[in-house]
């Protein structure tokens, strides 16, 4: 059985606890498969998140184009963050999964060793969502111009492209701060436009009635 959103993490050997690591590891390839998005809903600030998994909703164009990177905890600042490349993407289960290799830098190699050992089995992807899809708390499709500000909102990702992934130390999605690159400013924008409508009716309506 997939893990839940909360649960994601490298594959780990079930069946051979003295192993200790993944059985997806190769060491003579310096690779392993995770887990990288399985699209669970993610409290926001703005309301419900949810990621569509499917190959028309995930574009994985970067990963011909210019590559994917393996990062430290989402770092972008030194090239010291970059512990491998992700090599392979496919759909599983209704899960993003993909192969990593590993670099063979002091960095990487570390990265590696820890993830070989089973001492470090958390995954984060960090992405760009290009369309959102809101819906109401009964499931309707939400036009942003007719929904108050407060309203219990999903916000799905139908199209979202993936720029990294990151080996972090809690395999949870409970960092959400670092789990978009920028879309909380457009949903912040979305929001701030339905509150602003909704202030300008409540306002009309105490004038109505003056």
Same mark, same amino acid.
């Given at each position: 059985?997939?893990?839940? $959103?909360?649960?994601?993490?490298?594959?780990?050997?079930?069946?051979?606890?003295?192993?200790?690591?993944?059985?997806?590891?190769?060491?003579?390839?310096?690779?392993?498969?995770? &887990?990288?998005?399985?699209?669970?809903?993610?409290?926001?600030?703005?309301? +419900?998140?949810?990621?569509?998994?499917?190959?028309?909703?995930?574009?994985?164009?970067?990963?011909?184009?210019?590559?994917?990177?393996?990062?430290?905890?989402? @770092?972008?600042?030194?090239?010291?963050?970059?512990?491998? $490349?992700? &090599?392979?993407?496919?759909?599983?289960?209704?899960?993003?999964?993909? $192969?990593?290799?590993?670099?063979?830098?002091?960095?990487?190699?570390?990265?590696?060793?820890?993830?070989?050992?089973?001492?470090?089995?958390?995954?984060?992807? *960090?992405?760009?969502?290009?369309?959102?899809?809101? +819906?109401?708390?009964?499931? *309707?499709?939400?036009?942003?111009?007719?929904?108050?500000?407060?309203?219990?909102?999903?916000? +799905?990702?139908?199209?979202?492209?993936?720029?990294?992934?990151?080996?972090?130390?809690?395999?949870?999605?409970?960092?959400?701060?670092?789990?978009?690159?920028?879309?909380?400013? &457009?949903?912040?924008?979305?929001? @701030?436009?339905?509150?602003?409508?909704?202030?300008? &009716?409540?306002?009309?309506?105490?004038?109505?009635?003056?």
């Amino acid at each position: 059985m997939l893990p839940r $959103r909360d649960q994601l993490q490298i594959r780990l050997a079930a069946d051979d606890a003295s192993a200790g690591g993944p059985l997806t590891y190769d060491k003579h390839q310096h690779t392993v498969e995770a &887990v990288i998005s399985m699209g669970s809903p993610v409290k926001r600030s703005y309301g +419900t998140e949810l990621l569509r998994i499917s190959p028309d909703a995930v574009d994985l164009s970067r990963l011909r184009e210019g590559g994917i990177p393996l990062l430290d905890h989402h @770092a972008q600042s030194s090239i010291d963050k970059l512990l491998g $490349r992700l &090599v392979d993407a496919w759909f599983e289960h209704g899960a993003l999964v993909g $192969r990593f290799k590993f670099n063979q830098t002091e960095q990487g190699q570390k990265a590696e060793g820890m993830v070989a050992r089973g001492e470090l089995t958390g995954i984060s992807a *960090g992405y760009r969502v290009d369309q959102w899809q809101i +819906t109401d708390a009964d499931g *309707g499709v939400v036009d942003e111009r007719d929904a108050r500000w407060d309203d219990d909102l999903t916000f +799905t990702a139908t199209r979202w492209q993936l720029f990294e992934a990151s080996l972090v130390g809690v395999p949870a999605d409970a960092a959400s701060s670092i789990r978009s690159l920028g879309d909380p400013d &457009v949903l912040r924008s979305v929001r @701030a436009r339905m509150r602003a409508r909704h202030n300008i &009716v409540l306002r009309n309506s105490r004038l109505s009635h003056e």
